[in-house]
Nanobody
Framework: QVQLVESGGGFVQAGGSLRLSCAVSGRTFSSYGMGWFRQAPGKEREFVAAVSRISGSTYYADSVKGRFTISRDNAKTSVYLQMNSLKPEDTAIYHC?????????????????WGQGTQVTVSS
């Protein structure tokens, strides 16, 4: 069973930075496409960023372009989300997800495995 465990969330003032990590169990991490999603109270889960195994291409939601960076370390079986210039509207629970297809994308249906999430709170 593949397990994803997020860490690195916390409380930060607007304009600050956080780095989220997602550790993935199993020996096939390098074959997965990986994504980050977030869910704020009362809202649907939304796409944040993804990285494809196939091409290494990265994808971002318009709301985070230029502020967030997704990266992966296959040797550490981990994916990261560097978040800079944080805004109060970035407040949410952040989840990482893995896709067996190897592709990363914006649709939740593309992903097979999900972590429990880590809370990010940005104060104004």
């Amino acid at each position: 069973q593949v397990q994803l465990v997020e860490s690195g969330g916390g409380f930060v003032q607007a304009g600050g930075s956080l780095r989220l990590s997602c550790a993935v169990s199993g020996r096939t991490f390098s074959s997965y496409g990986m994504g980050w999603f977030r869910q704020a109270p009362g809202k649907e889960r939304e796409f944040v960023a993804a990285v494809s195994r196939i091409s290494g291409s990265t994808y971002y939601a318009d709301s985070v372009k230029g502020r967030f960076t997704i990266s992966r370390d296959n040797a550490k079986t981990s994916v990261y989300l560097q978040m800079n210039s944080l805004k109060p509207e970035d407040t949410a629970i952040y989840h990482c997800a893995a896709s067996r297809s190897g592709y990363g994308g914006a649709r939740t249906s593309m992903y097979d495995y999900w972590g429990q999430g880590t809370q990010v709170t940005v104060s104004s």
